[in-house]
Every structure is written in structure tokens, then in C-alpha cells.
């Protein structure tokens, strides 16, 4: 089906296991495997280090999806500043936070994209 492997394969369950198996599914010379997915503390991952290597693959951490916050935060501070990212659009709902089960319950419920819990 991918004619010698995939150019990119993307692990979002968290499992150990399953980035070996993403990593084995990567195309020899320049596929990369990206973990997404946050497996226990203690858990251990485990990769052949002559296929490492030798194989031209790529295995990446994509925690908040490469975010490098002392230089991308004030970047990002800014956009949204000049008004060229819209978050605001975003917040469905407005609560305080004597209300954060019910915020929790519209979110788990499918019906709040983004609550705001005012602490005053």
C-alpha cells in the first residue's frame, strides 16, 4: 500500500508498543514518526539502535506540537494583540468557578468548546 513504508506516521494513543510499531512503519532514508500520545511516567520505549542509526528514519516528541515557549508565547502574545489570531471566537461559555462542574459536564457533553472560569 505505502510501496516501502510511510513518510510520516503519527502515534496518538500513548503507547510504547504502538510507537514501535509507528516506527517500524516509516519509510527507510526519510520517514518520521511523530508521538503525539502520553504514555505512563515509568514506561519504557524500546528501538533497535543499529535501525536507528542506519535507517535515515526520524522519531520526534510533538508536546503541544513543538511549541517553544520563551520565544513563541510573546510571537503568539502579539498576533493576538494585533488582532491577526482570533481566540476570542473560540469561548463558548463564560462561568465562575463555583459553576466548574457545570463546565465540565457541557465539555464532557460535547456542548462547550472553551469555558472561561472567572475566580471572582
Known sequence: MT???ADYC???VGMAS???????SCRKGWGKT?????DRPDSQLSLNSVDVLC????LVGSLFGGLKAKSDI???A???MDKEVRL???VTHEMKFDEINKAFKLLLDGNCLRCVMWMD
Open 74 to 76: 510573546p510571537i503568539l
Open 88 to 90: 476570542d471566537d473560540f
Open 34 to 38: 511523530i508521538m503525539l500520545g502520553v
Open 78 to 80: 502579539k498576533r493576538y
Open 18 to 24: 504502538l510507537v514501535q510499531e509507528a516506527y517500524a
Open 55 to 58: 535507517s535515515g528514519k526520524t
Open 10 to 12: 503519527f502515534e496518538c
Open 3 to 5: 510501496n516501502g513504508g
